[in-house]
């Protein structure tokens, strides 16, 4: 049996998003320059909005645009990270050429290690954590978007960041050859 709030708060979104949606692949094919990359993540976003508990916004549709926007900074923002470990990597004279691409192993499986430890946690604690650390909205910022209390987004923060150090300190030690050393 359905719940007739829980329908109409989502018929009341995809009727925002879809009003909103032109105006949210512009602004992010705007940002990163492929107008099929901006198609894909806004779709994303709808699928994260979709999936997660109905959330209280007032402005739905300046909160969808704000997500967009927020949306293809994170993008870009990972693309120019894996730049940067890329060039990097290519670009180390002083280490044997062998050590590369261990490192860039190693990297990719931090990485992978924390995306999985983010997805476990629970959807609110995600978007807290992406929120700030993405984002970069304070804790207090967050609390009135999301009507907590500062604590409370303290504690996702404290569970996130604790679950990422879980997920790379363990792997890390156990990839460590004998004799080798780390910097």
Known sequence: MSDPLH??????????FTAQ???????????????????????????RFWRRPDVKVEALDTYLLRSASNLAID?????????????????????????????ALEVDHDLQCIEAALRALP???????LLNRIHGCTYGEIAKAMQLSQSAVEKHMMRALEACKASVAEPARSRRLPGSARR
């Open 75 to 103: 993008y870009l923002r990972s693309e120019g990270a894996r730049d940067r470990v890329t060039e990097g990597l290519l670009h180390h004279d002083d280490e044997p050429a062998a050590q590369a691409p261990e490192q």
């Open 21 to 47: 949606r032109a105006r949210m692949e512009a602004l992010v094919n705007r940002r990163i320059g492929c107008r099929a990359t901006a198609s894909d993540l806004v779709q994303d976003l709808f699928l």
């Open 7 to 16: 329908d109409s708060g989502r018929a009341r979104f995809v009727e925002v």
């Open 123 to 129: 959807e609110r604690t995600q978007q807290i954590f």
